[in-house]
């Protein structure tokens, strides 16, 4: 079992940025197809962006994109989403998690989560 922890939620205003990381406990993220996914009360658990295995593809949510980038640091085994021209509705607890291919993380099939990390986008 991979553990992942998640960093950088806080509170921003609209309009402003945050980036998420996301650390593997092994040095074998790089195997993995990453996600994150977001939480916002009442609502349920859905994916916003991933990344495949290295030289593979991206998919992001339509509500983010050109918003949020999905990137991944093999050296340091970490994962990041960088989230700019935040809005009120992004706000959410984001999780980061990992899986076999992009698709299959779609579906919400997820091999390890992380236990995420608050966003609050307010004025």
């Known amino acids: 079992q991979v553990q992942l922890v998640e960093s950088g939620g806080g509170l921003v205003q609209p309009g402003g940025s945050l980036r998420l990381s996301c650390t593997a406990s092994?040095?074998?993220?790089?195997?993995?197809?990453v996600g994150w996914f977001r939480q916002a009360p009442g609502l349920e658990r859905h994916i916003v962006a991933a990344?495949?295995?290295?030289?593979?593809?991206?998919y992001y949510r339509d509500s983010v994109k050109g918003r949020f980038t999905i990137s991944r640091d093999n050296d340091r085994n970490t994962a990041f989403l960088q989230m700019d021209n935040l809005k009120p509705e992004d706000t959410a607890v984001y999780y980061c998690?990992?899986?076999?291919?992009?698709?299959?993380?779609?579906?919400?099939?997820?091999?390890?989560w992380g236990k995420g990390t608050l966003v609050t986008v307010s004025s």
């Open positions: 998690a990992i899986g076999q291919q992009i698709d299959r993380l779609r579906r919400g099939d997820v091999a390890d």
């Open positions: 990344l495949s295995q290295p030289g593979g593809g991206f």
């Open positions: 092994e040095g074998t993220l790089k195997y993995w197809a």
